[in-house]
């Protein structure tokens, strides 16, 4: 692997830094069989990474939902509340992984969740004990795959992508992160690996980036 300077390091959210894809997947999954309807496997790497709203608009419109949208949406938000109350918790080995890096790189979370849902996630992690910086789909008018959110997050902790390794773990997320023209770290979990537009690296655990970044 090329040498890399890094001098900051920006996680996505949802299935990076909380393991939270099962959980929307629970919860989903739960709100679709109400009106009839089995999410076939294949489809779950289209929705990975999608905001809230398009997940919906694509959804309903895949699986010819009547219902009224805010209807619709608004069950959901249950669902899932449900199954996040039940079951939210920190991604793998997170935690050690943050303590190692906080004092060396800037560090910020790009997230295309709206602001009430991080909040949400917020009240049962406390996850801004780790991030003071944080962008979400309501700082920002385009969302991941987009670069603009990541591009955003660069220019606040002054960074320049060539010295930013972006981690991400799916299809939107890290074709969001490639376009920023910074390095790319995939964590594994929520598409397989062949579905992966290109990133730099792909890893199971964090820990697996120390050595990348301390070359």
């Not at 830094?17 to 069989?33: M, P, R, T």
């Not at 990474?49 to 249950?78: A, L, V, W």
């Not at 449900?82 to 935690?95: P, W």
């Amino acid at each position: 692997n090329c040498m890399i300077q890094i001098k900051g390091i920006l996680f996505d959210l949802d299935g990076t830094v909380i393991d939270s894809e099962s959980l929307y997947q629970k919860g989903e999954i739960k709100l679709f069989k109400e009106y009839g309807v089995d999410i076939p496997e294949k489809d779950w790497k289209i929705f990975r990474g999608t905001t809230e709203q398009d997940f919906y608009t694509i959804s309903m419109k895949k699986y010819n939902i009547k219902e009224d949208r805010e209807i619709f949406i608004n069950k959901g938000r249950k669902y899932i509340k449900s199954e996040f109350d039940k079951g939210l918790v920190y991604k793998r080995d997170f935690i050690k992984f943050y303590n190692y890096i906080k004092d060396k790189y800037k560090l910020g979370l790009v997230t295309a969740s709206p602001l009430k849902s991080f909040n949400y996630v917020n009240k049962i992690l406390n996850i801004k004990k780790y991030f003071s910086n944080v962008i979400t789909n309501d700082d920002t008018n385009k969302s991941k795959p987009d670069p603009q959110p990541y591009i955003l997050m660069m220019s606040r902790l002054n960074l320049n992508p060539s010295n930013t390794l972006i981690i991400e773990d799916s299809i939107n997320g890290m074709v969001s992160a490639k376009s920023s023209k910074a390095h790319v770290a995939a964590i594994t979990g929520s598409v397989s690996e062949k579905d992966m537009p290109n990133p730099d690296f792909i890893i199971k655990y964090f820990s697996e980036l120390i050595e990348i970044i301390e070359k």
